[in-house]
């Protein structure tokens, strides 16, 4: 019987070791997989690719990374990827403003994976290339801004609001009650003087008459083929095409292309899912 134990004896201590580590383990095991490269880069890449995917709530991981891409001398063309139903008006305008920078001193050519409507095509309008997928939307240039009205709600339940304010209009957007019609005139005039900027800045672009904004904005969903028509992108294609068209325009011989980094993508990923959490439950000036 001891013979048997102690022919057994490494394997029950491994067994042992395992059962009594198998978080701490299980956990080095992870971190390794995250950290470690995927593939030796054995030449330096030289075109990248950079995705814009959810509701746009914030733009400042999206922003970093094209002003890393314009400041790498190595990078000589950017592939910015768009799959958004649009967001907020201000990030969507910082990515428009980066990407207007970025082209300054290097290539950019957008590719429309799915949907790139509202603040994503606002971002995406000063690239040098618009390709958008056939089965891809576009469009959807307008401005929205909603609101609850909970009194009825409030009244059911014995719940009723007070208000100390200075400033006639400074309640403007509340969900305690009925907005009131000076109140209502007050947001259309921020939302219309936000259609505006949006048709100025699409005009600018895209080499439009804002005259015709009714063909090609006025807040129309367009399918890529459609939307080619009234000038919003430059051609219908897959991803394949869309890289094909930044290798010829930054006219390098060997494209290597840049990995995302896996920290990067959780990351990216992680705040796509958050702020489409978010853009669900609260509303805010967005274009759509």
């Known amino acids: 019987m001891n013979g048997i134990k102690q022919f057994f004896s490494p394997f029950l201590s491994t067994m042992k070791f395992i059962q009594e580590h198998f978080k701490a383990m299980l956990f080095l095991l992870i971190v390794f997989l995250i950290f470690s490269p995927s593939q030796a880069e054995l030449k330096p890449a030289n075109l990248t690719e950079i995705k814009l995917e ?4 914030d733009a ?7 002003e890393q891409a314009r400041k790498n001398k190595r990078i000589k063309g950017v592939l910015f ?7 907020a008006v201000p ?4 990515i428009m403003e980066a990407i207007k920078r970025l082209k300054a001193e290097k290539p950019v050519v957008v590719y ?4 790139i409507a509202s603040g994503s095509y606002y971002a995406s309008i000063y690239a040098d290339e618009i390709v958008a997928n056939p089965g891809s939307m576009v469009g959807s240039i307008g401005v929205i801004m909603q609101g609850s009205n909970f009194e009825k709600l409030a009244q059911k339940i014995g719940v009723s609001a007070q208000t100390v304010k200075a400033g006639k209009f ?11 019609p000076y109140e209502t005139a007050e947001l259309k005039k921020v939302i219309n003087g936000t259609y505006k900027l949006f048709v100025s800045d699409v005009s600018k672009a895209r080499h439009l008459d804002p005259k015709d904004h009714e063909d090609f904005a006025d807040a129309h969903i367009f399918t890529a083929s459609q939307a080619k028509e009234v000038g919003l992108i430059d051609s219908v294609g ?7 068209a930044l290798i010829k325009r930054s006219k390098v011989k060997k494209p290597v292309w840049k990995k995302e980094d896996k920290i990067d993508s959780f990351v990216r990923r992680l705040s796509g899912e958050s702020a489409s959490f978010l853009a669900a439950y609260f509303s805010d000036l967005t274009l759509k």
């Open 54 to 57: 959810g509701v746009i709530m």
């Open 81 to 87: 990827v768009v799959n958004s139903p649009g967001g």
């Open 112 to 115: 429309a994976a799915g949907t």
């Open 60 to 66: 400042s991981l999206v922003v970093e990374k094209l």
């Open 91 to 94: 990030p969507s305008i910082e």
């Open 170 to 180: 400074k309640e403007v957007g509340t969900a305690s009650r009925e907005w009131k």
């Open 238 to 244: 897959v991803g394949f095409d869309a890289k094909n």
